[in-house]
Nanobody
Framework: QVQLVESGGGLVQAGGSLRLSCAAS????????MGWFRQAPGKEREFVAS????????YYKLSAEGRFTISRDNAKNTVYLQMNSLKPEDAAVYYC??????????????????WGQGTQVTVSS
């Protein structure tokens, strides 16, 4: 069972930036697509961004495109989410996730099956 540990959350003013990190256990990290999701109070968890195992393919929630960048360092078993121009509506607990299966392409949103414990992002207006 993979273990995912997120870090990098915190309090930031609107317009500011944060970089989230997710460290994964195991030796097959590069075989799996990884993703970031978020959940705000009273709302469903929602997809934010994903990246293929090689890092060549990425996909974003529409509102994140152009502001957020997902990347990965397979040598460090780590996936990142750089968040710029943060808005109050970006405030949520952010979760790292791993795809249930190994695919060369991006993982369908519904196929993410391993989750971290989350890291809180708070954006003040």
């Amino acid at each position: 069972q993979v273990q995912l540990v997120e870090s990098g959350g915190g309090l930031v003013q609107a317009g500011g930036s944060l970089r989230l990190s997710c460290a994964a256990s195991g030796r097959t990290f590069s075989s799996y697509s990884m993703g970031w999701f978020r959940q705000a109070p009273g709302k469903e968890r929602e997809f934010v961004a994903s990246i293929s195992g090689s890092g060549r393919n990425t996909y974003y929630k529409l509102s994140a495109e152009g502001r957020f960048t997902i990347s990965r360092d397979n040598a460090k078993n780590t996936v990142y989410l750089q968040m710029n121009s943060l808005k109050p509506e970006d405030a949520a607990v952010y979760y790292c996730a791993r795809c249930r299966t190994t695919k060369p392409t991006l993982c369908p949103t519904a196929d993410f099956g391993s989750w971290g414990q989350g890291t809180q992002v708070t954006v003040s207006s």
